[in-house]
């Protein structure tokens, strides 16, 4: 057990489709991000929330739409999205406050869209 | 705005072998700096941070990584391998000053495969 839990682990949508993926913390932690990981790529960060509000969100197509209803929970919503948004996309939280802004990560849920 | 390179994609050694993998960020600031290990089919785990102080941090399994500001590295060590530590690395970097992006930024990563 990690800390964070993501739903579901696996998702297979077409492109029509409108979906939602879920993260949950019960660490205490006040930030949570979103991070997408392709094969042979870094870790692209998506959305960062921090007490609830979100502080940057680097250019991410509005396919994708975050929503972070209590400093616990985190989602992403997905309408219309294209193959190459296929990957495993993985949540974090962290404790603002901390120094070394050391991570928890869930298991992600691998995304595939056909 | 930062990087980080892991040069080496994949890394085969034999177990038991000692192995050392590579990382290199742009920053010259002062910076703080992390290897996360990622185990098939499950999310990041942090290994080991450097923020300030003692340049050679350890973990708790073996691995240790050396911070080396005039050649901004922070390579990842282990003088003898297991077949467990079979898994893909990241290294990562964070800006101790720079309050406005709060995240991390993350290398492509390095696959070690341990090979009996």
């Known amino acids: 057990e990690t800390g964070v839990t993501q739903t579901p682990r696996h998702l297979v949508m077409g492109m029509t489709n409108k979906k939602s993926l879920k993260c949950e913390q019960h660490l205490g932690h006040n930030a949570m991000y979103w991070y997408k990981q392709s094969a042979k790529k870094p870790l692209e960060l998506m959305f960062v929330y921090s007490l609830e509000e979100r502080v940057e969100n680097n250019s991410v197509p509005s396919r994708f739409s975050p929503e972070c209803p209590n400093s616990s929970h985190l989602f992403l919503h997905l309408h219309t999205l294209q193959p190459e948004d296929s990957a495993l996309y993985l949540c974090?939280?962290?404790?603002?406050?901390?120094?070394?802004?050391?991570?928890?990560f869930g298991s992600g849920t691998r995304l595939t869209v056909v | 705005a930062q990087s980080v390179t892991q040069l080496d994609s994949q890394v085969p050694v034999f177990e038991e072998a000692p192995v050392e993998l590579r990382c290199n960020y742009s920053?010259?600031?002062?910076?703080?700096l992390f290897w996360y290990v990622q185990y098939p089919n499950q999310g990041l785990q942090l290994l080991l941070k450097y923020l300030s102080g003692s340049t050679l941090v350890e973990s708790i399994n073996g691995f240790e990584a050396e911070f080396n500001k005039s050649q901004t590295s922070f390579h990842l060590r282990k003088p003898s391998v297991h077949i467990s530590d079979t898994a893909e690395y990241f290294c990562?970097?964070?800006?101790?000053?720079?309050?406005?992006?709060?995240?991390?930024?993350f290398g492509s990563g390095t696959r070690l495969q341990v090979q009996p």
């Open positions: 990562a970097v964070s800006d101790p000053m720079d309050t406005g992006r709060r995240a991390l930024t």
């Open positions: 920053s010259s600031v002062s910076v703080y």
């Open positions: 974090a939280s962290s404790q603002d406050r901390d120094r070394g802004r050391s991570y928890t």
